[in-house]
């Protein structure tokens, strides 16, 4: 089985983000494919987010590095947060909230 590559989370207010979720990822499960993820791998934010900081690999290049086991559920804060996502995917477990019709929308 492949790696799935997740195209990069861009938001509304401009906010981009990678979010990934593998068995080569900091994640949990660490695994490729997991129905759920409870915790994600964020990398490289176009600006810093001060919500994932305490995650932050290398907090003096918060752009340029990765953020390991970030919850999914903060993930899903942040998106929410920019506006929600325009572009890109999630894995399975960061749930992405539409406010147009203030509903909560899976992956699968």
Request: net charge negative.
């Given at each position: ?16 983000m990678s979010v990934q979720a ?22 490289y934010p176009n600006q810093m ?60």
């Amino acid at each position: 089985m492949t790696t799935k590559k997740y195209k990069r989370v861009h938001c509304k207010d401009g906010f981009s983000m990678s979010v990934q979720a593998s068995s080569t990822n900091y994640c949990n499960p660490r695994e490729d494919d997991a129905e759920t993820y409870t915790e994600v791998e964020v990398g490289y934010p176009n600006q810093m987010e001060a919500l994932i900081q305490e995650y932050c690999e290398d907090p003096s290049r918060p752009c340029s590095t990765v953020y390991g086991y970030v919850p999914a559920t903060l993930v899903s804060l942040v998106i929410t947060k920019h506006g929600g996502l325009v572009e890109g995917e999630v894995p399975n477990g960061v749930l992405l909230y539409d406010s147009a019709s203030k509903a909560i929308i899976r992956n699968r």
